[in-house]
């Protein structure tokens, strides 16, 4: 078991690019979640997946913002045209939820991706 | 929605000492879970400690404990023998329970930040 780990650590980029995002959730967890942290800031939810499929999302996603987990496993995240103000630590989270037994969803995260758009 | 709130942005502990952090959140639900997390500087998200809101008897783990009271919404930390690793970032989470499906996402409160004195 590695851990949850997240590709590139750092990103700069100019307003206006597109990025991308991976996440590598600890295997065989079927729950990935993605979240933003701004600086002074706790966490905000994004959205997340269980296996392939994507469950929830936040209204912090604009349309701009896309996720896929194509195979269950790894996910990306994608901002298209980017803003300063999406500058910010990007977290990925990972959990194994058994239905049987609910309450059993520990989100463990991984180091982040900091964003900085000049 | 469900809030949360640390109304302590900084909080010092000598080595060796005992500190508290509060915690007070905001929910109609009566079901839901509560977390303590640690972000040591530029350094992953850590889980700490978890609690199940139907539980009465208030989590351990090592030198860490919680004191959960669920009609006054309260959920502090209590850190015991301070060590200079425990400087951090710590963050108190709630756990929400969406309809239906058993789906979960964490609201966080904007942290607490503590130093360690040798």
């Known amino acids: 078991d590695t851990g949850v780990s997240q590709n590139p650590r750092h990103k700069i980029t100019k307003r206006g690019q597109n990025v991308t995002f991976r996440c590598d959730p600890i295997s065989e967890h079927n729950r990935l979640y993605w979240y933003r942290q701004t600086l002074g800031q706790g966490p905000e939810f994004l959205t997340y997946?269980?296996?392939?499929?994507?469950?929830?999302k936040s209204r912090l996603l604009s349309d701009r913002f896309s996720a896929e987990r194509p195979k269950g496993s790894f996910s990306t995240l994608e901002i298209q045209r980017t803003e300063q103000g999406d500058s910010a630590m990007y977290l990925c989270?990972?959990?194994?939820?058994?239905?049987?037994?609910?309450?059993?969803?520990?989100?463990?995260f991984g180091p982040g991706t900091r964003l900085t758009v000049l | 929605a469900q809030t949360v709130t640390q109304s302590q942005p900084e909080m010092s502990v000598q080595e060796a000492e005992t500190v508290t952090l509060s915690c007070t959140y905001d929910t109609s639900e009566s079901d839901y879970y509560l977390f303590w997390y640690k972000q040591p500087p530029s350094r992953q998200m850590i889980l700490v400690i978890r609690?199940?809101?139907?539980?009465?008897q208030n989590a351990t783990e090592n030198r860490f404990s919680v004191n959960f009271q669920k009609a006054a919404k309260s959920f502090s930390l209590k850190i015991s023998d301070s060590q200079l690793g425990d400087a951090a970032m710590y963050f108190c989470?709630?756990?929400?329970?969406?309809?239906?499906?058993?789906?979960?996402?964490?609201?966080f409160g904007k942290g607490t930040k503590l130093s360690v004195i040798p």
């Open positions: 989470a709630y756990l929400r329970l969406l309809s239906g499906a058993g789906s979960y996402q964490l609201t």
């Open positions: 609690q199940e809101a139907y539980k009465q």
């Open positions: 997946f269980q296996n392939e499929a994507q469950l929830e």
């Open positions: 989270a990972s959990s194994l939820v058994l239905m049987l037994l609910p309450g059993t969803d520990t989100q463990y």
